[in-house]
């Protein structure tokens, strides 16, 4: 029998029939948002010519005509400043722009070249494609350390832990030595070794051997995530504090932090802290979620605009936030079913930890035998400790 | 360069960018018996703006005037990059565009400008080509979503830089509908647990157990009505259940549903080295297809089915099903009844046979319960 499952919807003890009530009214809200989604918009003629209907950032001011590069310097400086755009303000359309500004060198073998080109490939989910552009120009140039180094973390995403060693060793040459025992340590976290991983990079800290900046902001990023996986969230806020001194506004801290803050119930300060952020899909993924727990009267416009978010990228065939998608049917409209699809299409191109929770807890709800067995031989062969897992298979149902 | 190394470490574990990437919405409609085809294309002014200077007086803000102000441009410069040919069998002929309106839209990632199309076709469309070049020299990323109605019938299509260009026919609908077909057919040939309740059934098919002891069927007429009715009683009941799983009527937990698929193939074998006790084995196809329609439900649900259109893929689903079954029975039935009167098929293959399955069934459902 291949994989398959059917809804199971589990009342829990609290409230059984209201909680199903919701539940239903939660499937119409979810069904109709979809609906709306794909039903295109009646346009409409705007009152007077003065009538403001889109604002430009600085950057799409600057984007203007976009003039072609001259050289393949100048590009890759212009590509890279795309790729920084569409990271910090999570905007994917820069991505593109990165391209088209890269095509004339989309084949060149220079190494700065080749990196972005793989970068804006892993950004963009092309996990296979990243990985066989890497892989051909370290043969060529294992000198390339940043290379090793983006190698060692596609393979680390995507749970072949050997490999992601064996590229943060291969980087050992041409890495600084503290550089390489972020790496290892980075692995370490998830195969079994997650005391000596969580001593080395705090002494990293304490010693402030990472270099001043980015490689900071990546230690501190990884102690905050060891210190959740070990269940101490106020370690993992101090930790996440100290990244943030580094970059202050970054995406990923701001979401990691808000997850800490979920977990321990704080959904004001998540609303507070997300509510300027509404444009933002990540965002209206955890508006949703603390807007639902907390009664917020604006949870339902959340999960609205967050559904039709997702209806908006299935429709155009580009549907690559599956691990969010996962979550907000786990958490928010208890689609358990819809949940666990999508956590298993999810975990044949991510096998990091929040993939991992997400498959295990969906395979929970379903009281799907496959897909436990599935996490639970993940977590046994590679000795993973993580708090949040440990709860989740302690709970049997 | 050590910044350039350090801001790659973060790469991959904050990939999900937030905003959607760029499409554009494109609408058309068209007749066969009309030369004229009507449309509306939704572009964001984001996308616009990467063409033509929507902000001319550079304050930051696209207004209403500016974007009007573009109208000309849009009419030339937007419109030259959608082609749309009118074909019938025999030719193919070009539907000059052109631009009778513009007004804007509100998408989800922010304000359109609805640009409002007529082409007037030499002749009336079959069907349609599209083909679509709009921002991809900008945005490589950025697709084109392409509804058409033509007649009463809707068919989609997506525009990339590596499509530009796709013909519209029903065969959109009929390929779609010939895909889950195809994925019926796999299902059951791949279905171990289907094929062996079926061919439990089907073991006693060709012979008659008379007084104690199995007889050869004593002709084609009677081993033929056997397995109809088998085959047919199994047919109804997991149709029925397939629909009502697929529509969510029914909702059963799926370890309960695998572990009584895996029950109704112990039984049939069960049945089998004790004839006396089953003595019509289409009831128990037909109650037992029951189960085995859930089963074949979970497989389609995992197709990812919208509930927009549920209809077709679950009747081409179900087709795909029988077409499977109905090759399985071509292949066993005939080497069973050319068999039947050998003390083999009668003494080894179908007590053994029974036993076998009985035991893997057995199995299953210890491995499926726990």
Same mark, same amino acid.
């Given at each position: ?34 609906? #709306? ?9 705007? %009152? ?8 430009? *950032? ?18 890759? =400086? ?52 990243? =990985? ?9 140039? @294992? ?43 980075? &692995? ?54 100290? #990244? ?44 949703? &979620? ?11 416009? !959340? ?43 999810? !975990? ?26 599935? %996490? ?22 | 360069?050590?910044?350039? &190394? ?9 990939? #999900? ?40 007086? =550079? ?54 400008? #609805? ?93 008659? !157990? ?5 007889? @050869? ?9 056997? *397995? ?21 009527? &029914?909702?059963? @937990? ?51 089915? *919208? ?64």
């Amino acid at each position: 029998m291949t994989v398959s499952w059917i809804h199971r919807t589990r009342p829990t003890d609290r409230g059984t029939c209201h909680h199903r009530n919701r539940m239903v009214t939660r499937f119409f809200v979810a069904l109709f948002s979809l609906l #709306a989604g794909l039903a295109g918009a009646a346009p409409y003629t705007p %009152a007077s010519d003065d009538q403001v209907l889109a604002e430009l *950032t600085p950057a799409e001011q600057a984007l203007g005509q976009p003039d072609r590069a001259d050289n393949e310097a100048d590009a890759i =400086r212009k590509a890279r400043t795309y790729v920084d755009y569409a990271r910090q303000q999570e905007d994917a359309r820069f991505l593109g722009y990165a391209l088209a500004t890269l095509s004339p060198w989309s084949d060149s073998s220079s190494p700065p070249t080749v990196l972005l080109m793989a970068e804006i490939e892993l950004r963009q989910h092309q996990f296979d494609n990243a =990985r066989a552009r890497l892989q051909s120009l370290l043969s060529k140039r @294992p000198e390339q350390g940043q290379g090793w180094l983006m190698l060692a973390n596609l393979e680390r995403v995507q749970g072949r832990f050997d490999d992601a060693t064996h590229a943060c060793r291969r980087g050992a040459g041409s890495l600084s030595p503290v550089t390489v025992v972020i790496c290892q340590g980075s &692995i370490q976290a998830v195969t079994g070794k997650l005391p000596q991983a969580w001593q080395t990079l705090n002494r990293l800290a304490e010693q402030g051997l990472a270099a001043p900046g980015n490689e900071q902001r990546w230690l501190y990023t990884l102690l905050a995530e060891m210190a959740i996986q070990k269940g101490l969230p106020n370690q993992a806020q101090r930790h996440i504090d100290m #990244a943030r001194l580094v970059a202050p506004d970054d995406p990923y801290l701001t979401y990691l932090q808000s997850d800490v803050w979920l977990k321990q119930g704080h959904n004001d300060k998540v609303i507070t802290r997300l509510q300027h952020w509404q444009e933002r899909e990540n965002a209206l993924l955890r508006l949703s &979620i603390a807007g639902q727990r907390s009664g917020h009267p604006d949870a339902s416009q !959340w999960q609205q605009a967050y559904q039709k978010r997702i209806a908006a990228a299935r429709q155009s065939g580009r549907d690559i936030h599956l691990r969010e998608q996962a979550r907000f049917q786990l958490e928010v409209t208890g689609q358990y079913l819809a949940a666990l699809a999508n956590a298993r299409a999810n !975990w044949d191109q991510q096998r990091e930890l929040p993939d991992l929770r997400l498959l295990l807890a969906s395979a929970r709800t379903n009281s799907d035998p496959e897909s436990l067995q599935l %996490a639970t031989d993940f977590i046994q062969r590679h000795e993973i400790h993580d708090a949040t897992l440990q709860q989740l298979q302690e709970n049997q149902p | 360069m050590k910044r350039l &190394i350090v801001c790659l470490l973060l790469v991959v574990s904050e990939l #999900a960018l937030a905003h959607k990437p760029s499409d554009s919405y494109l609408q058309l409609e068209s007749r066969d018996d009309s030369t004229v085809i009507t449309g509306q294309w939704d572009i964001a002014l984001r996308d616009l703006n990467l063409i033509l200077p929507l902000d001319t007086n =550079r304050d930051g803000l696209i207004m209403w005037g500016e974007l009007l102000g573009q109208q000309p441009a849009i009419a030339s410069q937007i419109l030259s990059t959608l082609t749309v040919n009118a074909m019938t069998d025999r030719q193919t002929a070009d539907c000059p565009l052109s631009l009778t309106g513009l007004q804007v839209s509100d998408h989800v990632d922010g304000r359109y400008a #609805a640009l409002h199309l007529r082409g007037n076709c030499p002749i009336a469309p079959q069907f349609l080509e599209v083909d679509y070049q709009f921002l991809f020299a900008q945005d490589p990323e950025h697709h084109g979503l392409l509804k058409l109605r033509h007649n009463d019938d809707v068919l989609t299509a997506t525009f990339s830089d590596g499509q530009r260009q796709q013909q519209l026919s029903q065969d959109s609908v009929w390929q779609s509908f010939q895909g889950f077909i195809g994925q019926g057919i796999h299902h059951i040939l791949i279905g171990y647990d289907h094929i062996l309740f079926l061919l439990t059934l089907l073991f006693p098919a060709v012979l008659v !157990w008379r007084t104690g002891g199995w007889q @050869p069927a004593p002709s084609m007429t009677m081993a033929l009505g056997q *397995t109809l009715s088998i085959v047919t009683a199994f047919t109804l009941t997991h149709s029925l259940t397939l629909a009502l799983a697929t529509l969510g009527i &029914i909702s059963l @937990p799926s370890w309960l549903v695998e572990s009584a698929i895996a029950a109704t193939v112990a039984i049939g074998a069960v049945a089998n080295l004790l004839p006396r006790f089953f003595p019509r084995r289409w009831v128990m196809a037909f109650v037992f297809g029951l189960i085995h329609g859930l089963g074949f439900a979970s497989v389609l649900a995992d197709l990812g089915l *919208t509930s927009s259109g549920i209809f077709l893929p679950l009747l081409g689903f179900n087709i795909g099903v029988e077409l499977g079954q109905v090759a399985i029975v071509m292949v066993f039935v005939p080497i069973a009844y050319l068999m039947r009167q050998t003390h083999f098929y009668q003494r080894i293959f179908v007590p053994a046979g029974s036993l076998s399955i009985m035991v893997l069934a057995g199995v299953w459902l210890v491995e499926r319960l726990a």
